[in-house]
């Protein structure tokens, strides 16, 4: 078979080429002004991104990692106490709990839409659990008023891993304005990214926001020196300015990413065997990923390897449940659903520098694979 494109499964080299005069009037900026760290530039693209995302605070972090670890870190629970999080995610929602020696309950999720739910936490739940990770996976959101209506009866907070839900919205309620703490990623694989690493922390609690404030900085208080244990968690001001510019063209860019997922929603329409990606009928899903689902192992792997030698990258987010890794190796974890979902699931490009002639190409691919 003669391969006919190439298509990548990210296009940030592309997006440079775009929008070069942002890129370099941004660095100009930045190194003219002499302040690399700790700049009103953070401030003001902290405020911006509050007001983005309707929340009173936002701490710019290097990593949603580090977003996720000062979340659980201001919460001061009992040591040991159980923090539940789906077992399907990027394995950095549930590492956060074990940077904090606090156990994680592993949660089952949807088969529809791989994230969590009320019956599912419902299956996990103790009295020794203090707080949900809530991800809002691939760029749609969970079902919120159920997740919210489960904590607030138990008086758990919510942490809302939106590290790839910028952008999306569920009846009206942004990513990044749900429960205590809402924690997002600017890595190079997100719709809105940056240079390098960078991260962010959302919290409308004021005493939430000193402490994230302090850990950021080696715990620097105030008035009273290093009083707790922080570390060093900066945004360069280069990425702040240039995720301040760039934060105007998301929307356009979650525009692109769903007619692109239209497309391939059509080219999937009328297959038995491969179900098209998960979307809400109200809001607005972000696209950050476009995951399909096969009917077996064995389809996905065939379509896979169609697709690869057609020239189309595509991968798997996730190829197994998050208690399977080996840091985790004594923690149970019964969750049937992830277990199926790992084996059939397979991630199409859906950079929204995609050009219209390459989504033609993988829907036609897709179309071809049926017929086989
Ligand atoms: C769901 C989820 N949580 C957390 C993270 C960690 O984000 P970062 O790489 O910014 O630390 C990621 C990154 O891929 C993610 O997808």
Redesign the pocket.
Known sequence: MAIAMKIPFFGNDREYLEHETLFSETSKEVWSSGQYLNSPLVDRFEKKMANYCQRDFAIAL???????IFALKCLNLPPRSKVIVPNF?????AT?ILHNELTPVFCDIDPNSFMLTRSELEKVYDSSCKAIIM???YGALPNIADIDSFANERNLHIIE????SLGANLNSVKAGSIGSFS?????P??TLHGTG???LLLTNNEKFYEMAKQLRLHGKSKNEGFNVLGRKSLMPSHDALLLEKKLDLLEGWVNRRNLIAQHYDNALKDSNALRPAFRHQFGQHAF?KYVLSCNTKETRDLLQNFLTKKGITTRV?YSKPINKEPIFENLEANTPNVEIICERILSLPIFHELRDEEVDYICKALIEFQTL
């Open positions: 290097n990593s949603c990692t580090d977003a996720l995610s990027f394995v950095a929602s956060a991800v809002s996976l891993d939106a590290a790839q924690t997002i990623s600017f890595d694989t997100k690493t960078g991260g950050h987010h």
